[in-house]
Each structure stands twice: as structure tokens, then as C-alpha cells.
């Protein structure tokens, strides 16, 4: 079994209130990549430049993410964010996005990334996104993020994209303004409308919730003292995610398999906002996964007792 991403494969220029980073390895696929390969085998789709070296592929081959979709195109330049963020985490400003090698990337899959288990569609251009999707015809479960810059620039694009997929992921703020409905439980029925069956609504530091065909899910972030960038967390709650459904060959994607998902989303995305990029998650071990999710589970858990109430 194995899990296809598509997204962006970056470097990242971030600032936040606890120190910054000029240049380091992000995107989209990355973060997802990172986060699933602790669950099952995940193939990386996207294009890099000159710029993009071996010490880059190192950090994927040694969690054992496949780097044979990355295409490496001569004389280009790897895709480029920066991004700055005040006090509060959950607003952040873009300050520059160069597409470089993704201007004119026509992706091609290899047998292997082709007949993955599950594909992610990353955030980034929506029709990379559905040339993905199109090639990806196996795929037992197909999830989808975005953000602002494509509902803005290619809506009826990403919604088209959005209509082959089982499952959209997005920030409640871009939720409520792809769909034009201030009101999580109506844009999710919008959603349906057009196809996926599955909304997740990523919240920050506020967590994330679940609209399912079976019913309702929200889960806090995890209580952590200490965060210092939150750039790639809904990426790394996507890997966590699909990686447990991954895990989860031939089980029914029922409500209670896509909580427990949640779950493990909720974890990956706590450890990578505890240091900046992706510094955290390559030297992670399962058993601090494992300890992570528990102590959710018990932090989310309440013991029910009516009291008598009054008239
Ligand atoms: P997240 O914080 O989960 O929204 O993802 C952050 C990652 O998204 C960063 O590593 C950026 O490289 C990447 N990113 C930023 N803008 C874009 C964009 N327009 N398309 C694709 N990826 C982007």
C-alpha cells in the first residue's frame, strides 16, 4: 500500500515572533510527505530546479519517502514562498510566491505513484492538482487542499477539482470563502454538492473538525507551550490523516476510522510548529507519536453527568 502526494516542493523565507529562516526546505508536499511516512510508503510529485540538492533528498530518503516523481528540471529554479507571522499564528502574510519550475510543470506518473493506495492533492495549482487526480484512477480515498491565492485566481478550476475528490480540506476561513457561506455546516452541505463526501475544516491552534456523511467531529490542537512556526501544520495534520486511513487497508472508511484519523493529524501538526520548517519531524519517533495521541485522547475525553435542571 502507498500514498501519492502532488503539491508544492519549496523553499521557505519565514519570520515569526520567535526568530527566522532565509531559505529552507517546505511546500505542501513536503510537510504532507514527511508527516505520512511515518505511517505508510509515500510518493512525492512535483518539479524542482538547479537549486534543489542532495542534502534535499536526503531528508526524504532517510524517512523513506519515493523521490522518483521528483522531476528535476535543468536551468530552473525551485518554487520560492515567503511568509511572515505576527503574534497571533493563526493570521500570516505572504510576502512573495515565485511558481519558478511549476510555471510549466506537466506532471507525469510513474506506474508506482499511479497506483497509490490514496492521493493527496496538495495544495497548489488546481489543474496540476487534476492532472494528478486523472492519472490516479485506483485511489480509494482522494483528499484536496487549497488556499486563498487559488480560490482567488482559478475558483471554477478548483472546484472542478474539487468535484473528483472524497475528501476537502481547507482552513475555515478559505472554506467559508470558497463557498460563500459564513457557516461551517452550510458550506459543508455546499461541498457535497459538488462531490466530496468528507469536509475538514482546519482551525489553527483552534484544531480542526470533521463533516462526514455519518455526522460531526471537532477535535482542539494540541495544548502545547511551546510554538515557534506554524507554517506546514495543516500539511502535517493532512499526512497524519491520510496516514492512518492509509494504515487502515480494507477497514470502512466509517466516522469513527476518520476521528481516530483526526487524531493522528492533530498529532503530526503539534510536533511541526514546535520548531521552524521541517526541522522537527525527521528525528521524531513513533513512540513520541504514540504518547502524543494518547495524552489527546485523554485531554479530549469528559465524563458525562446530567444535572437536574430547571424549568
Ligand atoms: P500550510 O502552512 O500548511 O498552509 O503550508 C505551508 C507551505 O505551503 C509552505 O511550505 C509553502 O512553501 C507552501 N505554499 C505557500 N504558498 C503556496 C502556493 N501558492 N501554492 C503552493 N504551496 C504554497
Known amino acids: 500500500m502507498s500514498i501519492t502526494v502532488v503539491g508544492s516542493i519549496a523553499f521557505d523565507a519565514v519570520r515569526t515572533p520567535f526568530g527566522a529562516r532565509d531559505r529552507m526546505l517546505g511546500g505542501s508536499a513536503i510537510h504532507f510527505s514527511l508527516a505520512a511516512s511515518f505511517f505508510d510508503v509515500v510518493h512525492v510529485v512535483g518539479p524542482v530546479g538547479d537549486d534543489f540538492d542532495q542534502a534535499q533528498y536526503e531528508v526524504l530518503r532517510r524517512r523513506g519517502v519515493r523521490t522518483e516523481d521528483i522531476e528535476h528540471v535543468p536551468g530552473g529554479r525551485t518554487f520560492f514562498w515567503r511568509g511572515e507571522y505576527g503574534w497571533d499564528l493563526n493570521e500570516r502574510q505572504t510576502l512573495e510566491t515565485e511558481l519558478g519550475v511549476f510555471a510549466d510543470f506537466l506532471p507525469k506518473l510513474s506506474e508506482a505513484s499511479a497506483s497509490a493506495d490514496l492521493l493527496f492533492l496538495a495544495n497548489i495549482q488546481p489543474d496540476l492538482q487534476r492532472a494528478v487526480r486523472e492519472q490516479c484512477r485506483e485511489a480509494r480515498f482522494v483528499a484536496l487542499d487549497s488556499m486563498n491565492l487559488w480560490i482567488e485566481t482559478a475558483r471554477s478550476s478548483l472546484i472542478e477539482t474539487i468535484s473528483g475528490v472524497d475528501c476537502l480540506m481547507l482552513n475555515d476561513s478559505e472554506l467559508r470563502e470558497l463557498t460563500q457561506e459564513p457557516n461551517l455546516v452550510r458550506a459543508a452541505r455546499k461541498v457535497k454538492e459538488w462531490g466530496p463526501r468528507i469536509v475538514v475544516a482546519k482551525q489553527g491552534q483552534y484544531g480542526a473538525a470533521l463533516v462526514s456523511e455519518e455526522g460531526f467531529f471537532a477535535l482542539p490542537a494540541f495544548p502545547l507551550e511551546t510554538v515557534v512556526d506554524p507554517t506546514g501544520a495543516g500539511d502535517c495534520f493532512a499526512g497524519g490523516f491520510m496516514g492512518y486511513i492509509a494504515a487502515h487497508p480494507g477497514a470502512e472508511l466509517d466516522h469513527s476510522l476518520l476521528t481516530r484519523a483526526m487524531a493522528y493529524g492533530t498529532a503530526m501538526a503539534s510536533f511541526n510548529v514546535e520548531e521552524f520548517g521541517v526541522e522537527r519531524l525527521p528525528g521524531l519517533s513513533t513512540e513520541e507519536i504514540a504518547e502524543r495521541v494518547a495524552r489527546?485522547?485523554?485531554?479530549?475525553?469528559?465524563?458525562?453527568?446530567?444535572?437536574?435542571?430547571?424549568?
Not at 296 to 311: D, Y
Open 296 to 311: 489527546l485522547h485523554q485531554i479530549t475525553q469528559f465524563s458525562e453527568q446530567p444535572v437536574a435542571l430547571r424549568a
